[in-house]
């Protein structure tokens, strides 16, 4: 279990800080919930405390984890070729394991794919990697105790 002022990641949104923990009453009875602040525009979120595991709740990674992620970010594996449909599976498939080097995974290969393509990446190829940057960029900034903007711009130098 969480406490007050834990620094959480959630596979699909981000990363954030545990403000409270909240009881609400339901109809099978009373039932305590995290109101999580999301690193990006400070959005909030209310998950059920007994459902973190099936979604996928984690503690953010440490500093170092993140230093590390950062340095070594260039040499992160480009996912193979294959159809829009099994790439798109694929990627979702990455993202929802919550692991900040499949989120990496992901923004590394769709990013590649739109700079050296003939065309632009298609609608939900270019959502995916918008979240997949909110995601990791969300925590690595959390975790390195730095602005949203400059990790994002580091993420995008590191991948020219």
Same mark, same amino acid.
């Given at each position: 279990?969480?406490?007050?002022?834990?620094?959480?990641?959630?596979?699909?949104?981000?990363?954030?800080?545990?403000?409270?923990?909240?009881?609400?009453?339901?109809?099978?009875?009373?039932?305590?919930?995290?109101?999580?602040?999301?690193?990006? /525009?400070?959005?909030?979120?209310?998950?059920?405390? /007994?459902?973190?595991?099936?979604?996928?709740?984690?503690? #953010?990674?440490?500093?170092?984890?993140?230093?590390?992620?950062?340095?070594?970010? /260039?040499?992160?594996?480009?996912?193979?070729?294959? =159809?829009?449909?099994?790439?798109?599976?694929? =990627?979702?498939?990455?993202?929802? #394991?919550?692991?900040?080097?499949?989120?990496?995974?992901?923004?590394?290969?769709?990013?590649?794919?739109?700079?050296?393509?003939?065309?632009?990446?298609? #609608?939900?190829?270019?959502?995916?990697? =918008?979240?997949?940057?909110?995601?990791?960029?969300?925590?690595?900034?959390?975790?390195?105790?730095?602005?949203?903007?400059?990790?994002?711009?580091?993420?995008?130098?590191?991948?020219?």
């Amino acid at each position: 279990m969480y406490t007050v002022g834990d620094k959480v990641t959630h596979p699909m949104h981000g990363a954030g800080v545990i403000e409270q923990i909240v009881t609400r009453q339901e109809n099978a009875g009373a039932r305590q919930y995290y109101l999580l602040r999301l690193c990006v /525009d400070s959005m909030t979120v209310l998950m059920p405390c /007994d459902c973190c595991e099936a979604v996928g709740l984690r503690p #953010t990674i440490t500093s170092e984890q993140a230093r590390q992620l950062l340095e070594q970010l /260039d040499q992160v594996p480009l996912q193979k070729e294959g =159809n829009w449909n099994q790439r798109y599976r694929e =990627n979702m498939e990455r993202l929802k #394991t919550g692991d900040p080097r499949q989120v990496a995974v992901v923004i590394r290969t769709l990013q590649r794919r739109e700079k050296t393509g003939r065309r632009s990446l298609p #609608t939900g190829e270019r959502k995916m990697l =918008n979240v997949a940057k909110k995601i990791l960029v969300s925590e690595l900034s959390l975790a390195l105790g730095e602005e949203y903007q400059k990790i994002e711009h580091i993420i995008e130098q590191i991948l020219v």
